[in-house]
Every structure is written in C-alpha cells, then in structure tokens.
C-alpha cells in the first residue's frame, strides 16, 4: 500500500481529505502569543475578518521534522511506502522539515516531491497521487502522475492590497517588479517556487477582469480550482463569467484558502489553479 502525506497549505477540502485518507500535517500560525496548528482553534472566517486589526501580523512557520517523523512512522506502519508532496521550497521551510524527518524514519521508503506550487495547485499534485494509487499504480507511476498534474498547473491570483507582502516580508516586492505601489491591485504567477508579476491595475474590477482573461487562456484545462481569503462572493463571480469554458465534466473547486497563505496575500484576495490539458509554458 502507498500512503499520501502533504500539508495543510494544499487547501483541498476536508471532506476530500478525509474521503481520499490523505495525511495533512499543518503548518503553524502564530497570532499574538499564541501558536496554533494551521485550521486549529480560529476559523478561516474569522481569521480573515480580525486580520486587518491584528497588530502585529500574525507569523507563520513550518511543522517540525518532530512533527512530520511522528505522521511518517505511523503511517509506515500499515504503507509500505509514501508520496509526500509538499509547498514550493523557495517559499517554505516546511519541505526541508519534512526532508530531514523522512531521513531519520526510512528514506527508501518515503518519496518527496517538491511541488512548486501552494494551495490548489499543490492540492490538484495530491489528488492526483490518490486517484493513480487507486488505480493499483506502482510507486513509479505515481510519481509520474505528479509530476505530469504539476507541468501542466498554471495559477494565477489578484491581490487586493499589498500591505501583507509589504509587511510579512515574504517577498520582495522590488524584486516582484511591484516597488513601493502598494495601492495597485497585481496580478501573480506562482510557477516552480517563483512568484513573478503578470499585470498591474489600480482598480478590483480591472484585476477581476485581467484574471478573467488570464482564465480563459489557459482552456482548455481538465480540472479548476477557485481560492479566495474571504471573498466567496467573487469567487463565485468568476466562476460565472468562465462558465462556457468549463468541461461538463471536469471538476471544479472553490475553496477558501488557509490562513498560513492569507497571512502573507491578505483579505480579498483571488486565483485559480487550473491543471491544463496540455503542459504549461
């Protein structure tokens, strides 16, 4: 048997996590002096309503390899091996933690994949482990079913601020070609690890729009994912406008996405992860 492990910045709904029997370790928050597991203790609701009043900004950080080496020895207890598929390391420590747990446990036995990606476009990679496993694919099939799921992932998110990027220090946004405007509404690509700026507008209904496109560019695609920080409504909205690009049966999420990423992008923020038919460019 071949288990699946990844982290709690994959945003794949818990009722999937839990049908699929996906192991998700949870990064961690701190908001004030309280530290919380990632989906513990405050609800994503509630989170992304106190964020703009929280001072400071609330601190995010990796699981420990403690925490990862404690999933992987129960779990080799019934698997013979594991696919663990975790967020870009360029943006996470939490990667290299669980590279050092898998070290101390069983390194022939554990398999990591360093998806490039985060929220949906790391979730799309796990789901795809699971269905390939449920085929009866062997450890090598599985692994080249993530890597195939994640060539052909293109995310894409607007942000409605850019203070929380300003402040978290996570990016430089000189570097991300977005200097010190933080009142413009940017359009990002996360593509292996890197987060690079497509567009900048000053106004939400021009990013929307500029989104939009950037959606329908990407058809034909197979699956989509919609994440939002507390902005249901427009995820929905978008949804809506690329409704005649969407495969009858394709499936489609709309999720909103863990307060580890909304800590760094802000309240209303919106993308979509879509895995195409075709690998990107």
Known sequence: MIAVVTDSTCDIPQDVIEQSGIHVIPALITIGQQTLPDGVGITREEFYERLPRMRPLPKTSAPSPAAFMEVYDRVLQKAGAIVSIHAASKLSGIYNAARLAARQI??????LVDSGQVSMGLGWAVLAAVEAIR?????EAVLDS????LARIKLFAVLNTLEYLARSGRINLVQAGLGTLLNIKPMVELREGVVSTVTRVRTWSRAVHALTNRLRQSAPFERLAVMHTNCAECAHDLLERVRDVIPQRGEVVVTHATTVIGTHVGPGALGFAAVTTQAAR
Do not use: L
């Open 106 to 111: 069983a390194p022939q036995r554990i398999h």
């Open 135 to 139: 085929r009866s694919a062997n450890i």
């Open 146 to 149: 993530v890597q195939d799921t």
